[in-house]
């Protein structure tokens, strides 16, 4: 199994520039998650889906948008990239529920210029 | 809001010594805490997550404690070796909406 995977590993963009961010579990989970992850900060959640068709903000929504098109993949968009999205971003899922352990892809890290 | 510290944020050991890292947070109503290890330029890999109901959780040379009225969790690692050397981060669970992360401890095991 795959797991979790995310695309791109690595990307570079001017500010006002826009990109989605991929990410796709082969698990069969339920709810999946996008985090941010800045120096000195500690991960923060940036939104969540807890199943096929719902999705609601965490943390550090603002500047970002997100899309479950279906089961398996949760996308993250940045319509307008700012330096202050200069992150590692992670994707992660699980079977839903408060009890389940979260699995995390590798990240993305984002330069904004 | 869920507040998470880790202590010490940084250890160098020598290989053989066993170790504790610290964790707290400050809000008791949660329903688990994970811990997690990380490798430089790497995603997280669960090492082992408590539910609310028990003290502790082992797996191999690793074992996490969890005292949820006082907002504290340990992770103990026995005979360490170089090969554990990463950040390991503490994160209490909440409910359905994530997780809350500490800082992490970054640990150097030295050959």
């Known amino acids: 199994n795959a797991g979790v995977t995310q695309t791109p590993k690595f990307q570079v963009l001017k500010t006002g520039q826009s990109m989605t961010l991929q990410c796709a579990q082969d698990?069969?989970?339920?709810?999946m998650y996008w985090y941010r992850q800045d120096p000195g900060m500690g991960l923060r959640l940036i939104y969540y889906s807890a199943s096929e068709g719902t999705t609601d903000k965490g943390e550090v929504p603002n500047g970002y948008n997100v899309s479950r098109l279906n089961k398996r993949e949760f996308s993250l968009r940045l319509e307008s990239a700012a330096p202050s999205q200069t992150s590692v971003y992670f994707c992660a899922s699980n079977r839903g529920g408060v009890q389940e352990t979260q699995y995390f892809g590798p990240g993305t890290r984002l330069l904004v210029l | 809001k869920q507040e998470v510290t880790q202590i010490p944020a940084a250890l160098s050991v020598p290989e053989g010594e066993n170790l504790v890292l610290n964790c707290s947070f400050t809000d008791s109503a949660i329903y688990n805490l994970q811990w997690f290890r990380q490798d430089p330029g790497k995603g997280l890999t669960s090492l082992l997550l408590i539910q609310s109901s028990q003290r502790e959780q082992t797996s191999g040379r690793l074992n996490a404690s969890l005292d949820k009225s006082s907002g504290r969790s340990t992770l103990y690692i026995a005979a360490s070796q170089p090969g554990d050397s990463a950040t390991y981060l503490c994160a209490p669970g909440g409910g359905a909406d994530g997780l809350t992360f500490g800082k992490g401890t970054h640990l150097i095991i030295q050959p």
């Open positions: 698990m069969n989970h339920n709810s």
